[in-house]
């Protein structure tokens, strides 16, 4: 079971170029998020996507767009890099249904801009 | 505005004793809380969790209390090992919130010593 696939595993970027971070899960999720983390910071939500065909704002958007690609994938891009992106980056879904669902992480993309 | 607060960055316990990890939370309008696990350069999982309806979940060596008057909840690991050596991540989700989004704490880092 490969449950959350994200890639690359790392980066290293310069101020002001252009990057894709992918995200793929075959358990046939509903729901997708990408997270940050940074120290003292926790885990920011970044953007969700409910369903297939929709995205949604998290608490830190500004800087990055995202994609729901199909049901599996969902990408998150920055336009162009500005040091304070350097973070990891965490991309999750959860299962459809009824009731709470806890989140499946992948294993993250450590992101440096320099 | 932290929503969300773990105070304790960080915990060092012996092995075989008990480890007890807190959280407090501002909004009661929280209504699931969970805990995830997070080890080095992989991603968190998922510990346990529990319902606002709820003051207590047990799962083997993992019990959460939830103190809504006090609007706190704590994690306790019993007996803690080595392996439990990790961050402690606690997490809310908002009541009506179709799409499980979550709220995390800044987390602590448990140290189990043999």
């Known amino acids: 079971n490969a449950g959350v696939t994200q890639t690359p595993k790392f980066q290293v970027l310069k101020t002001g170029q252009s990057m894709t971070l992918q995200c793929a899960q075959d358990?046939?999720?509903?729901?997708m998020y990408w997270y940050r983390q940074d120290p003292g910071m926790g885990l920011r939500l970044i953007y969700y996507?409910?369903?297939?065909?929709?995205?949604d704002k998290g608490e830190v958007p500004n800087g990055y767009n995202v994609s729901r690609l199909n049901k599996r994938e969902f990408s998150l891009r920055l336009e162009s890099a500005a040091p304070s992106q350097t973070s990891v980056y965490f991309c999750?879904?959860?299962?459809?249904?009824?009731?709470?669902?806890?989140?499946?992480f992948g294993d993250g993309t450590r992101l440096s801009i320099l | 505005d932290q929503q969300v607060k773990q105070n304790s960055p960080s915990l060092s316990v012996q092995e075989g004793r008990i480890s007890i990890l807190n959280c407090d939370y501002t909004?009661?309008?929280?209504?699931?809380f969970l805990w995830y696990k997070k080890y080095p350069a992989e991603g968190p999982t998922f510990l346990i969790s529990?319902?606002?309806?709820?003051d207590k979940n047990e799962d083997g060596r993992f019990t959460v209390f939830l103190n809504k008057s006090a609007k706190h909840l704590s994690l306790h690991i019993v007996p803690s090992q080595p392996g439990d050596s990790a961050v402690y991540f606690c997490?809310?989700?908002?009541?009506?919130?179709?799409?499980?989004?979550?709220?995390f704490g800044t987390g602590t880092l448990l140290a189990v010593q043999p």
């Open positions: 999750a879904s959860t299962p459809p249904g009824r009731g709470h669902q806890p989140q499946h």
């Open positions: 996507s409910a369903s297939e065909g929709t995205t």
């Open positions: 909004n009661s309008m929280f209504d699931y």
């Open positions: 529990i319902s606002s309806i709820k």
């Open positions: 358990m046939n999720h509903n729901s």
């Open positions: 997490a809310a989700k908002p009541f009506r919130g179709a799409t499980n989004k979550l709220i």
